[in-house]
């Protein structure tokens, strides 16, 4: 195994001439192979295929308490869909607002809401001067671009092995200017990692400087298993912040997105009913409501949690492979001559990898000349500035395993020759 | 015929107390009659029923260039919808954004938009001090709930014959405070005036002293005639505004959720590109994309505008003889007596009923008493205010004909009463 580290001046230019002939190889192979975004890929959809199937007499469009959902009202969503959502993210149907299809949107919402009108009473966040917000590091770029749009300074926490960094979120929350974290909580975008008790615990029973300050938590990949005996399970924060009587902390996110179909799914907001009632309030003003008949088409489809449980065991067979073919290469190119970590998630859509420190803009951009494209160096974090340029996301679900074999080689290639390059300038 | 304006103090407590023995046999009857919202009928959401058998195979998920509508991406919508939706509000498919299943919450994050970041590169309306809307009158509630939200005042100006008061909107937009004007310039909620050429090339044409002024055009019964011969057309505000060189002055707003589903529709924003550009760049950071299921879903069942029109013409059936009951009921009741005016539309979802002045929240009171549901009096003001407290909303719509007769025979009563009463106090 060769060693970068130990290897004399112009051993290593040796090498890098050896792998930039490697390079080349590629670049006249004019792949393009693309690892950006975590996109189901098209075999996942055609599972759902299904979906459109349920919804043929006028009576399949009544809901169990006799609501047309052809028709308008009902803000809140319909009963079963409450509660098929809820019972994914841990709350009681009353617990839950059914609002549209993208949890993102829902989130965006939720902070506007919050910037203009306030929380549950306080003042409006544009009328309190700077406002700051905890954003667990890596995370979810789009989550920063909210942030970015309202102009709330982002300040980084860094996601320990099971979980934020609580002793510093603890710290940082006596600001009361600071009113809230962004937490992916389970199989987190884009580490994988999931929190562990204590985290949770503690996040649950935070107690604030700020009234408002409330935890964003984003449940994206809560039934997003990859194996069928090795997963995650992550304590229910609505119950834990409900036993330390600050029920009012959370608002818990989730979607059927990479379940049935991306962007064509249903999202919900769960939360105490008082969080609720604020948020309800808001929502009536923008809506008459959300699409109800997309609600009654997944609960027919799905049944209950079971049913979704069931067909997300499908969309692992599918994604496993994927995830597991970027490991052995990884493993094989990389692992041992310890000049990357990365992560071996059991769930979710990504893995993160990290270079050596200052490597990974260098190993993005040798990637794009080879034609692979990866998700932005920096973007998991708030601003796109990684502190220490090392973190790229890999994102393997919509690639074929016939392109990502190819794509993580090269991944692999770039990443030793970033490693040798910043061996030579030392 | 009665003349209450002319009949004794006697003759008119002798009226009231006849009137009132017709309004107690009706209170014992029990009623539970609804005509508060512009809801569509059962009957005319099941003419869409079809719409959930055609997406079968996998590809007919797949639009004309190539999106699978299945997954996330593609914001601003597919060419074809865009294309359906540009042809029913008069704009070019490169002119509009589908977005989502509401053009109500469209109008909402159009409004926020401006509020937070303001409109193309001018500054946010947030710190702009006291932000001022025109508001035509009578109008669509829900607009005016949205600009409360935003603590926006509200300056009323009258709906006349053939569209807004053109001569005072002129006047109130040389106050650079002014931001926006909102319009339904077609069958208009609540009256059914459609704005004449006049009207509409003045506003085209609208040199606001705000360079942030838009025309927020509501065009929600654009397609919603009632009868086959006799509809109105008005011209294309897009094109008025272009010939005037003042493209950028109006958003133009629609969708089919009176066409297809309520609430479970597809809706757009049309506007010139500068301001298009400008909304994406917002609507990007809210989401990855709206649902383009249901936008492929809409463009495979009613394939064209001419399919729009056709199914159209259905709907026409079944709400001709509502509007036509209604008016019958109104013709032989009230209106040979002087006690109310209304209005006699030729599409849309309502007809604009005035009580003599001071009337109308009393009507809206007895209605109620006699099981009768209307929309609140002064509900199509801004603040609820009716000047005149005259104005009633009738939405014929959802009742069944069998309810609407008696319905409208309430409110004749209720009319009636109210106005032997109102003599008597003079």
Redesign the interface.
Same mark, same amino acid.
């Given at each position: 195994m060769k060693n970068y580290q130990k290897m004399s001046k112009s051993e290593l230019t040796k090498e890098l001439a050896a792998l930039n002939k490697q390079k080349e190889a590629y670049k006249k192979k004019q792949l393009k192979l693309n690892m950006t975004?975590g996109?189901?890929a098209?075999a996942q959809? %055609?599972l #759902?295929?299904g979906m459109?199937?349920v919804?043929?007499?006028?009576e399949d469009?009544i809901s169990k308490d006799k609501i %047309?959902?052809?028709?308008?009202?009902d803000m809140t969503g319909i009963y079963e869909c409450k509660k098929l959502l809820g019972d994914m993210c841990g709350a009681k149907p009353e617990q839950v607002i059914v609002a549209?299809?993208?949890s993102?949107?829902i989130m965006?919402?939720v902070v &506007?809401h919050a910037?203009?009108?306030g929380v549950c009473g306080n003042k409006p966040f544009?009328k309190q001067g700077e406002v700051k917000w905890l954003c667990v590091v890596p995370g979810y770029d789009?989550h920063f #671009?909210?942030m970015e749009?309202?102009g709330i300074k982002m300040i980084n926490v860094p996601l320990l092995k099971d979980g934020p960094d609580m002793a510093l979120v603890e710290k940082l929350v006596k600001d009361s200017q600071v009113k809230g974290i962004w937490c992916v909580p389970k199989y987190a975008n884009p580490s994988g990692t999931s929190y562990g008790p204590k985290a949770i615990k503690r996040l649950a029973a935070l107690k604030p400087a700020a009234k408002d300050f409330r935890i964003y938590w984003d449940n994206a990949y809560t039934v997003h298993h990859l194996y069928p005996n090795k997963r995650d399970n992550i304590l229910n924060i609505l119950d834990e912040a409900k036993k330390a009587h600050n029920e009012d902390i959370v608002y818990v996110f989730a979607s059927t997105?990479k379940i049935s179909? #991306?962007? &064509?799914g249903v999202a919900c907001v769960a939360a105490s009913i008082k969080n609720l009632e604020d948020l309800k309030k808001?929502f009536t003003?923008?809506?008459?409501?959300? %699409?109800?008949?997309?609600q009654i088409r997944h609960v027919k489809y799905f049944k209950n949690i079971k049913g979704i449980e069931a067909h997300m065991k499908k969309h692992a067979n599918i994604m496993r492979p994927k995830f597991e073919m970027v490991l052995k290469v990884l493993d094989k190119e990389v692992g041992p001559m310890k000049i990357a970590t990365y992560t071996r998630p059991y769930g979710g859509y990504f893995i993160s990898l990290n270079t050596l420190d200052g490597c990974a803009t260098r190993v993005h951009a040798l990637c794009k000349e080879m034609g692979v494209s990866l998700t932005a160096a920096g973007a998991a974090y708030p601003y796109h500035k990684d502190p220490h340029d090392s973190h790229l996301r890999i994102a393997p679900s919509y690639p074929s395993i016939q392109e990502i074999k190819p794509a993580t080689e090269i991944l692999a290639l770039a990443i030793k020759i970033a490693s040798v390059e910043k061996a030579l300038k030392k």
């Open positions: 975004r996109k189901p098209p959809l %055609d #759902a295929l459109n199937k919804l043929i007499k006028k469009y %047309d959902c052809r028709n308008y009202g549209g299809n993208s993102l949107r965006y919402d &506007a910037m203009i009108k544009m789009r #671009a909210i749009y309202f997105s179909f #991306a962007g &064509a808001n003003v923008e809506t008459v409501g959300f %699409d109800k008949v997309n």
